[in-house]
């Protein structure tokens, strides 16, 4: 017999089932899957995918079964569409595109206008303002309108900030800085139903970049750009993230009446992952989620990729690491705990039984601070230590109140724990060449000696331009909170410090990115073994305010330069993250300096 509920339910069924997919979330859907679950929490969880992917049919079964919001990762970029002006290729997008439609989801097209995907042909060209314009308008308006009605969200732009300022790109060469809004105009009058974002990384939470967004955003609303939504990329690392400021930026960019979407969500882990480091990885998922749920303006959850197998972070060309594990589902499309307390917690937010049961996901919340997150108990090997042991090229203890002085004398770190690095990218044969590094703090600086231990002890070939060719000690810190920050911004910086400061040039031999933030003053001395470096930043300078207490963290990373003869034939780095020299260009691959309280 059919009560009259359920009468009730059957029409409803028949309503949803007959109405378009297109641009609607589905809430009927079943409460087994992530897609399912979004959707009775009113947003897309999503994911990125190759053609290629889609050859094996596990992959296929999971992405239509989880997820309800495709994206390209690579195949709609206009360099891997157009080989020669006015020349396309959208098979590959085309078959994305039906796979999408086929399953009921919804496409988040990714990327109209990318300065690392342009074609050589506008890469190498030689453009007029005018012809270059005329360019990007027909390159829009061809993607667009060949999807019009078809792909609901476009990524119009994407990264055209380095740090606070625009990248020098082709366009902002050819165009200048309104390109970026003509892209926008061009996409919304070849769709005007499309919602258009911005897409950035390393401005998921509040800094110098996503303040840059944000201004360029208020600009655009201000004068009738149509912009629609910030795309906050989330390539982190398990245990940096920084919830509050992302909820913070969401928070102020939903004021403008923006959306935002997470759209290339990845936890990276980069040394062996066990079970710890997963419950980390899902709750870092967890809580990146609950930052969206949380936020009535953030409508997508996009991971960029949906097995390990895949992910960009195992390709050659970027950190080729084959054993990172970043996503939602193992190399065998295991649903790992990540997945779990995904569902557990859109489950719980929908009024319905989560596939966890409470202590399960305790066992995943439990709150560690986040500092500590992947570090093991921090120990002392000598009592009177003040600080713990380092875990090595992970994290450094950094005792604060302690009194230090900048005169070559080290006697006043004693006590202070000391880090010996003999290890890095360019290590020769029979190297004689190591350091031991420590920082500590008062109520006014930050300090950090290196007590360097060279048999030749190079310098005076290199102007502080080539600083790092001959010897010299680099320290970078990291103090904007965002320790997944994968570009240099204001807060970020590296500080090369040459040997050749021994000689006491007039102007300090000093270099490196943002350097010139720090303030740092330095002495730098020479003793039996080679030399001593002492130095110090002030903890409150125009870009920073380091307010030391107990677990609190910075990014820190150093590395020494070595020179036998005329060029660099030594690079030793603390940072086990950093296994290719990148921390010049890439701060997510400092460790953690984690103040401590040198009574406790
Ligand atoms: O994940 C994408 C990878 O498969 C491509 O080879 C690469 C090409 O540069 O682009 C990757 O995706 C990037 C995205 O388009 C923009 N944000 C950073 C992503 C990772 O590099």
Not at 54 to 59: F, I, M, R, S
Not at 185 to 200: G, I, M
Request: charged share 20%.
């Amino acid at each position: 017999m059919i009560t009259k509920m359920s009468k009730l339910t059957i029409l409803l069924f028949l309503i949803v089932s007959l109405m378009p997919a297109v641009g609607l979330i589905n809430a009927q859907e079943s409460s087994f899957s992530l897609r399912g679950l979004a959707a009775q929490n009113d947003i897309y969880v999503g994911a990125a995918v190759w053609t290629n992917h889609l050859d094996d049919p596990v992959h296929q079964d999971v992405l239509g079964r989880e997820f309800n919001m495709l994206t390209p990762e690579h195949e709609a970029k206009f360099c891997m569409i157009s080989t020669a002006r006015g020349e396309y290729d959208f098979s590959k997008v085309d078959q994305l595109v039906e796979f999408a439609e086929a399953n009921d989801m919804v496409i988040h097209g990714h990327t109209l206008i990318w300065h690392s995907c342009s074609p050589d042909w506008v890469e190498n060209g030689d453009f007029s303002r005018e012809e270059a314009i005329e360019i990007l308008r027909e390159h829009i308006t061809t993607v667009v309108s060949r999807y019009k009605g078809r792909i609901a969200y476009w990524d119009v732009v994407n990264e055209a900030f380095d740090g606070a300022a625009l990248r020098d790109t082709a366009w902002l060469r050819f165009i200048g800085e309104d390109y970026i809004e003509m892209a926008f105009q061009f996409a919304h009058e070849a769709d005007p139903d499309a919602l258009l974002l911005y897409n950035d990384y390393g401005a998921e939470g509040m800094g110098g970049k996503s303040n840059a967004i944000y201004a360029m955003a208020q600009d655009f609303l201000a004068r009738g750009i149509p912009l629609h939504g910030i795309g906050m990329q989330s390539h982190f690392d398990v245990g940096s993230i920084n919830f509050t400021a992302i909820g913070q930026n969401i928070q102020r960019l939903g004021e403008l009446g923006l959306e935002v979407q997470f759209t290339e969500v990845d936890i990276k882990y980069l040394g062996e992952t066990d079970d710890e480091i997963l419950r980390h990885q899902a709750r870092d998922y967890y809580r990146l989620m609950e930052t969206c749920l949380d936020a009535e303006n953030c409508t997508a959850f996009i991971v960029w990729g949906v097995t390990d197998k895949f992910t960009w972070l195992r390709d050659a060309s970027f950190f080729d690491n084959p054993t990172v594990e970043p996503l939602l589902f193992s190399d065998e499309y295991e649903p790992k705990p990540a997945y779990f307390a995904l569902m557990s917690l859109l489950a719980q937010r929908a009024g319905v039984t989560p596939i966890l049961s409470e202590s399960e996901l305790t066992a995943i919340l439990e709150d560690a601070p986040a500092a500590a997150s992947v570090l093991p108990e921090p120990t002392k090997t000598d009592p009177a230590q003040l600080a713990p042991d380092a875990a090595n090229g992970l994290a450094y203890y950094a005792p604060f109140n302690v009194t230090i002085t900048l005169d070559g004398d080290l006697s006043d770190w004693e006590n202070v724990p000391r880090v010996t690095v003999d290890s890095g990218t360019t290590v020769p044969a029979g190297n004689d060449t190591s350091f031991e590094f420590a920082v500590a703090a008062d109520d006014a600086n930050l300090y950090y000696m290196a007590d360097v231990t060279d048999s030749i002890v190079v310098y005076g070939n290199y102007e502080a331009g080539e600083w790092y060719r001959e010897d010299s000690v680099e320290l970078y810190l990291n103090t904007t909170g965002d320790l997944g920050a994968a570009a240099y911004q204001p807060g970020i910086v590296q500080i090369g410090i040459m040997a050749g400061n021994l000689t006491q040039p007039e102007t300090p031999l000093v270099g490196g990115s943002n350097n010139g933030d720090s303030q740092i003053s330095f002495v730098v001395v020479e003793t039996e073994k080679g030399y001593v470096i002492e130095a110090s930043v002030p903890l409150k300078t125009d870009v920073w305010d380091i307010v030391p207490e107990h677990l609190g963290v910075l990014g820190f990373q150093t590395h020494l330069n070595g020179s036998a003869a005329t060029d660099r034939d030594t690079k030793l780095i603390w940072s086990a993250a950093d296994t290719q020299d990148q921390s010049w260009n890439n701060p997510s691959l400092f460790g953690q300096l984690i103040f401590w309280d040198k009574a406790q």
